[in-house]
């Protein structure tokens, strides 16, 4: 149980372009769900956390315009990246909560490797 | 200063042979530690998870210990496996709160 899945697993795409990443909770129910970004040899940077139904809360420094969630569903947030610069390349990770144990424990995805070219 | 250390940064052990890894972490009030396995261009999956009230939990070979006193935990993993190859992260969730802290990883090359 409580597996997640990312679609894509990885995207190329040109500079100026925009790109969508879908994080799905397969088989719970996931309350809150939070979008990561990791660049090589680093910790992940939580980016911002999504509520379902509600608007996502970003982390500093993390545009809001640019990066923009959607969590329509208890099952499925999309992170979609705006204008897409060489610089948004990154390891793309999201993660998914039900809420329901007292730890509140992440399941997180497989990621998504964006290139940015 | 990040909040939760790890080290060593990287180790490369042979085939069979024990390891240990180490992570120490500031935050406070303090809920639960979870260590990861990261395999390269995959997301975390987790291993262990930890309250204040366990100091030590195993999962197959791999047994993660706590000292809530000290703030400090380690993975220890037994007779290894090529394919424990990738990046361990220990990550430190503060009470009341659902903002987790992660650790840079222990990057482990289990070589034959």
């Known amino acids: 149980g409580a597996v997640v899945s990312q679609h894509p697993s990885r995207v190329i795409c040109k500079s100026g372009t925009s790109v969508k990443i879908e994080c799905r909770s397969l088989d719970f129910q996931a309350t809150t769900m939070f979008w990561y970004r990791q660049f090589p040899k680093q910790s992940l940077m939580l980016m911002a956390t999504s509520n379902e139904g509600s608007k996502a809360t970003y982390e500093q420094g993390v545009e809001k315009d640019k990066f923009l969630i959607n969590h329509a569903s208890l099952t499925l947030s999309t992170l979609t990246v705006t204008s897409a610069h060489p610089e948004d390349s990154s390891f793309y990770i999201c993660?998914?909560?039900?809420?329901?144990?007292?730890?509140?424990?992440?399941?997180f995805g497989p990621g998504t490797r964006l290139t940015v070219l | 200063k990040n909040q939760v250390e790890q080290s060593p940064q990287s180790l490369i052990i042979l085939e069979g042979k024990n390891c240990t890894l180490q992570c120490n972490y500031t935050v406070s009030p303090f809920s639960n530690l979870r260590w990861y396995k990261q395999d390269t261009g995959r997301g975390p999956v987790s291993l262990t998870i930890m309250t204040f009230s366990e100091n030590t939990k195993s999962n197959g070979r791999y047994t993660a210990t706590l000292d809530a006193d000290t703030k400090q935990s380690s993975l220890h993993i037994t007779a290894s496996q090529l394919s424990d190859s990738a990046s361990y992260i220990c990550v430190v969730s503060g009470y009341g709160n659902n903002r987790l802290a992660f650790g840079k990883g222990n990057q482990v090359v289990v070589i034959p």
């Open positions: 993660s998914a909560s039900s809420g329901g144990r007292s730890y509140n424990e992440q399941f």
